[in-house]
């Protein structure tokens, strides 16, 4: 990270039918609402947790706003936390998802912070 790195945070949710988060980096403020598509609604809560996390921070990376940056991310699924600090799962979509976002931290320089809130 160099000095003028930017600091983010941002905070998502899902449910069966919607998806979407809220990221705050510098003084902007980033919005993301989707609809699941019939295959992802059938996917367990963990899996469409982890997808949230994985299509944000995916999209603000192509769009350039990730680069150098430090973020904090928090959620109310423990799976995610879980599988973001201990990365070896069985679950294959699970495990499929984490290697989307290592690659796009690599790639950003990113520095993530995955928070499990109550």
């Given at each position: 990270?160099?000095?003028?790195?930017?600091?983010?945070?941002?905070?998502?949710?899902?449910?069966?039918?919607?998806?979407g988060?809220?990221?705050?980096?510098?003084s902007?403020?980033?919005?993301?609402?989707?609809?699941?598509?019939?295959?992802?609604?059938?996917?367990?809560s963990?899996?469409?947790?982890?997808?949230?996390?994985?299509?944000?921070?995916?999209?603000?990376y192509?769009?350039?706003?990730?680069?150098?940056c430090?973020?904090?991310?928090?959620?109310d699924?423990?799976v995610?936390?879980?599988?973001?600090?201990?990365?070896?799962?069985s679950?294959?979509?699970?495990?499929?998802l984490?290697?989307?976002?290592?690659?796009?931290?690599?790639?950003?320089?990113?520095?993530?912070?995955?928070?499990?809130?109550?």
């Amino acid at each position: 990270m160099t000095s003028t790195a930017s600091v983010g945070s941002g905070i998502g949710d899902t449910s069966k039918k919607d998806y979407g988060a809220t990221v705050h980096i510098g003084s902007k403020l980033h919005f993301r609402y989707r609809q699941w598509i019939s295959t992802a609604k059938e996917e367990s809560s963990n899996c469409r947790e982890l997808c949230n996390l994985v299509d944000t921070i995916e999209s603000l990376y192509s769009e350039g706003k990730l680069r150098d940056c430090e973020m904090f991310f928090f959620t109310d699924n423990i799976v995610t936390d879980y599988v973001y600090y201990k990365g070896s799962l069985s679950c294959k979509v699970l495990f499929d998802l984490m290697l989307r976002l290592r690659m796009v931290q690599q790639k950003g320089r990113l520095l993530l912070h995955v928070v499990h809130m109550m």
